[in-house]
């Protein structure tokens, strides 16, 4: 095993906020009796469903579909009706009732086999549907891919309230080796790395004390600074080999980034032949003065209702903002009868004690969102220019390269609102045609 | 059930606020405010409190006449008023910083479209209007130990071609030469610069590019111990750190930023050497290089650069 560290110079550091964990074992929730299964899981069209009132439906069988986009129930059961509900992307989309009749009848996917060539291991991940941490399908990918170099497990934790990298470190490393390895052989990659923040390195290593020794021989351990937003694909692309992309993606180059849990749902279905039934989620309790933080299993389809009623005593008593992901993207909820999807990482709950947005005051110029925006626009110009409404201009000064990081109205003094505006402007320009 | 708030990403924003950067600034400067009293008296703080307390009440009467009612106090506006305050010398009439900072708030700054827009450095736009209006008044030089007024004044001497071989810098540098109020405390100025520059609240290179220029062209053209001694006693120290450095009329690129010092620099010595009056000439160049940097402000010079897009 070999160890590296490396730099990342642009970015911010985001304040760590220390939590209690209400328990050390990550526990699975009990099966819910009626589940929802929202139609938007995965960037993209949105499907369209294909059962209706009354179908029998066991683990794995179609519910909507639309081109390779494709839902699966993750229970067996039958479907009571199909209703509109909003989703955890702060929109209202179909989603599908199905009453749980506790059974767990499967129909799998593929044929469990023990080693996979390039085209079956395709063909897998591509049927399965299986999303990145980004929303982006894993397949489109590995799509007219020539040659692949390296192999980077993406296992980085950047953000304060934090995300679950650290539960699948612990627990099951070896799967997550396991599949790298299957998927390095299938496309005959030399060099497998996993990247870590500085803080987390001591816990990976105390868990490398399960895995044999001889799986640990190749793999190279890469430590990066706890620097925001270094968890993004092209952001670690650049502080692992100090290279900019424009305009291309890291797998253009040769290195496949994937999530950690990503490869822990590739072991799941290249061994039992199914695969995101469950979702490891954490949700975090900030109502309070001492912030907690537990970690479950809970069955995809599981309203957020019910998996905070599980958690925590109160229910939902004293809890002024819901919020589903991270505290710098993540979107804030009207209501909790969202269902959970297969990608949700985390949810947080703030309380009487969170602070009312900031009123905007004049840009007073000091040039601090240019000093850290990763993209390296310049928030402060294209502010002045999206009032104005002039949208032509702030498309040739590069608006389309945001992504949405929040980097620039976590650090403005004047608390302008740039990330709102940039991408209103995006939206703007995909609507007119400009 | 539906009463939860709804705001847009990000959830977490820093503490800072623009009236607490400017109050770093006025940290940085108190050092400095203190020793000019305690060397100059009664008067000077006299002075002092007529430029802030003018700039504040302009600001005040704007702000009304603008929005029809007070949001919160502009703390920026006490930092410029005491920065005005800084650069006038201890004896003058109190008409001077009464006109600097009517100047400097209503004509530079409101007028220009508030805060952030300001097109040129409003203190030194003040600084040389009061000198011109004031004459003869206004260069009254008073050693900072002794506290009498002498006519020998020897930065002119020194701009005029004399040498200054007997002259020991770090005296000069811990007692200061006659000047402005604020002027002469050359290690409190530097004190307070660089605390400012490891707050990380302005950049380090505009005032060291400054600096190094300064030094360096002065040597080959004066000699050393002249230019400390010119440095220190017509205010550049003060212009480097806390003139320069205002946010809305001084680049943010690099290369932009090192352009700006050097050609603030050059152009401070030149007029040391050729022009009339070396007391002014920070100032002067300080308003030269801003008003340059504000007209070329929209042009891109580097049209290739590689611009990330989606």
């Given at each position: 095993m070999k160890i590296k560290a490396f730099s990342y110079i642009k970015g911010i550091k985001l304040p760590k906020i220390k939590s209690l964990k209400t328990s050390e074992e990550v526990k699975s929730l009990e099966e819910p009796s009626v589940v929802y299964v929202s139609?938007?899981?995965?960037?993209g069209l949105i499907p369209k469903p294909v059962v209706v009132k009354g179908d029998k439906v066991k683990v794995?069988?179609?519910?909507a579909c639309v081109g390779d986009n494709y839902i699966y129930s993750p229970v067996s059961g039958t479907v009571m009706e199909v209703k509109k509900l909003p989703s955890v992307y702060g929109s209202i989309t179909d989603a599908i009732v199905i009453e749980n009749d506790?059974?767990?009848t499967v129909l799998p996917f593929i044929e469990v086999q023990d080693a996979y060539s390039k085209e079956e291991l395709f063909t897998a991940i591509k049927k399965a549907c299986i999303v990145d941490y980004d929303g982006v399908a894993v397949f489109k990918k590995l799509?007219?891919?020539?040659?692949?170099?390296t192999l980077v497990i993406n296992a980085v934790t950047d953000e304060?309230?934090?995300?679950?990298n650290i539960e699948i470190i612990k627990n099951n490393l070896k799967d997550v080796l396991y599949s790298a390895k299957l998927m390095a052989t299938a496309y005959n990659i030399k060099k497998i790395s996993i990247a870590l923040t500085k803080d987390y390195y001591l816990e990976f290593k105390k868990a490398?004390?399960?895995?044999?020794a001889e799986e640990l021989e190749q793999l190279e351990v890469c430590l990066v600074p706890n620097?925001?937003?270094?968890?993004d694909e092209s952001e670690l692309y650049y502080a692992l080999t100090k290279t900019r992309l424009v305009g291309n993606k890291p797998i253009d180059k040769g290195t496949l980034i994937l999530d950690i849990y990503t490869l822990n749902t590739i072991f799941n279905l290249l061994t039992?032949?199914?695969?995101?039934?469950?979702r490891l989620i954490t949700i975090h309790d900030a109502t309070k003065k001492q912030i907690t933080e537990t970690t479950v299993w809970a069955k995809v389809g599981t309203s957020i209702e019910e998996v905070v009623k599980a958690v925590r005593?109160?229910?939902?008593?004293?809890?002024?903002k819901l919020v589903a992901?991270?505290?710098?993207?993540g979107t804030a909820l009207g209501s909790e009868s969202a269902p959970i999807t297969k990608g949700l990482k985390s949810i947080i709950l703030f309380g009487q004690n969170v602070k009312d947005v900031p009123e905007e005051v004049p840009c007073?110029?000091?040039g601090l969102c240019d000093k850290v925006c990763p993209a390296k626009i310049s928030p402060m110009s294209l502010d002045k220019v999206i009032i104005n409404t002039d949208m032509v201009k702030a498309k040739e000064m590069g608006v389309?390269?945001?992504?949405?990081?929040g980097c620039c109205s976590f650090i403005c003094p004047a608390k302008r609102h740039l990330t709102q505006r940039m991408q209103y402007a995006k939206e703007f320009i995909k609507d007119k045609g400009i | 059930m539906n009463n939860n708030w709804l705001s847009y990403s990000p959830h977490i924003r820093t503490n800072s606020s623009v009236n607490k950067i400017y109050l770093l600034f006025i940290i940085a400067i108190i050092p400095a405010l203190l020793n000019g009293i305690i060397n100059y008296g009664w008067r000077s703080l006299l002075v002092v409190i007529v430029a802030t307390g003018v700039a504040l009440a302009c600001e005040i009467v704007v702000t009304l006449i603008k929005n029809?009612?007070?949001?919160?106090?502009?703390?920026s506006s006490v930092y410029v008023g005491l920065v005005i305050g800084l650069t006038m010398?201890?004896?003058?009439?109190?008409f001077a910083p009464l006109v600097a900072s009517l100047v400097a708030t209503i004509i530079v700054k409101a007028l220009s479209?508030?805060?952030?827009?300001?097109?040129?450095?409003e203190v030194s736009v003040a600084k040389v209007l009061t000198a011109i209006m004031f004459g003869?008044?206004?260069?009254?030089?008073?050693?900072?130990?002794?506290?009498v007024e002498t006519t020998n004044n020897i930065v002119s001497s020194i701009a005029g071609?004399?040498?200054?071989?007997?002259?020991?810098v770090l005296e000069v540098l811990f007692n200061g030469i006659s000047g402005g109020i604020g002027e002469t405390a050359i290690i409190w100025l530097i004190v307070g610069g660089v605390f400012l520059c490891a707050a990380k609240?302005?950049?380090?290179k505009i005032p060291l590019v400054y600096l190094i220029t300064t030094l360096g062209l002065g040597y080959l053209l004066f000699g050393f111990n002249e230019t400390v001694v010119l440095l220190a006693g017509s205010g550049a120290i003060l212009v480097a750190f806390?003139?320069?450095?205002?946010?809305?009329?001084?680049?943010?690129g690099i290369v932009s930023a090192i352009m700006f010092g050097l050609g603030a620099g050059i152009i401070t010595v030149l007029i040391w050497k050729w022009?009339?009056?070396?007391?002014l000439a920070p100032y002067y160049a300080s308003l030269f290089v801003t008003i340059i940097y504000s007209a070329i402000?929209?042009?891109?010079?580097?049209?290739n650069k590689e611009r990330r897009s989606a």
């Open positions: 139609v938007k899981q995965i960037k794995g069988t179609t519910l506790k059974k767990g799509e007219n891919v020539k040659t692949i170099n304060p309230y934090e995300t679950n490398t004390q399960l895995v044999p620097f925001y937003p270094v968890g039992t032949g199914m695969c995101d039934i469950n005593e109160e229910g939902f008593v004293g809890v002024k992901g991270g505290p710098m993207r007073i110029n000091c389309q390269a945001c992504t949405r990081c | 029809k009612k007070l949001i919160l106090i502009d703390v010398p201890p004896n003058i009439s109190l479209g508030g805060i952030g827009q300001n097109y040129v450095s003869a008044s206004y260069f009254k030089f008073i050693n900072p130990q002794t506290g071609g004399a040498s200054a071989k007997h002259i020991d609240v302005i950049d380090y806390f003139v320069l450095t205002d946010f809305a009329s001084s680049p943010k022009g009339n009056n070396p007391h402000k929209g042009i891109e010079i580097n049209k």
